[in-house]
Each structure stands twice: as C-alpha cells, then as structure tokens.
C-alpha cells in the first residue's frame, strides 16, 4: 500500500533532466557548425571546376565534427541525469 502512495505523490515531468537538454542543445549547435563547414566550393561557371569543393575542410573535417556531434547526442541522452 505504501508503494502506491509513493506513485500517486510523483509528478509527471520530463523524460530528461535539465543538464541533459542542455548537452543536447549543445550537441545540435555542434552538429549546424559541421554542416556549416561543408557549406561552399561552388563554380561561378557550371561549366568550370572549382577543385575548392574537395578541400580537407568539406571532404575529412565537417564530417567528423558532425559524427561528434551525433556521438555527443547519443551520450546526451543516455547520460543519467543527476536526482
């Protein structure tokens, strides 16, 4: 009977603590800054090459920052957030 009483006193709230939508707001803002390295490297002349789009900044770095960033999500959610 005790138990029951424990359950009817909790109140619904979120899924998540505080801190962790916080490391979840922070691990999208590090997901946009990936996607935004990747942004550029375009011809002004569709008829030309622009060797630009291959740079290591839009080929090996923005991707990596943004599989950091999903990682950081994932550890973000699973994180235990603290009573």
């Known amino acids: 009977m005790s138990a029951k ?3 009817e006193n909790q109140k619904p709230g979120f899924a998540l603590g505080k801190e962790n939508y916080i490391l979840l707001i922070i691990g999208f803002v ?4 990936g996607f935004l390295l990747m942004i550029g ?5 569709p008829e030309e090459f ?5 740079s290591f900044r839009r080929i090996t770095l923005a991707p990596i ?4 960033g999903f990682i950081f999500e994932i550890w ?8």
């Open 65 to 68: 920052i943004v599989l950091v």
């Open 76 to 83: 973000a959610i699973m994180k235990k957030p603290k009573e």
């Open 41 to 45: 490297g375009k011809a002004e002349n």
């Open 5 to 7: 009483r424990t359950e």
């Open 50 to 54: 622009n060797p630009e789009i291959f």
């Open 30 to 33: 590090i997901i946009i800054i």
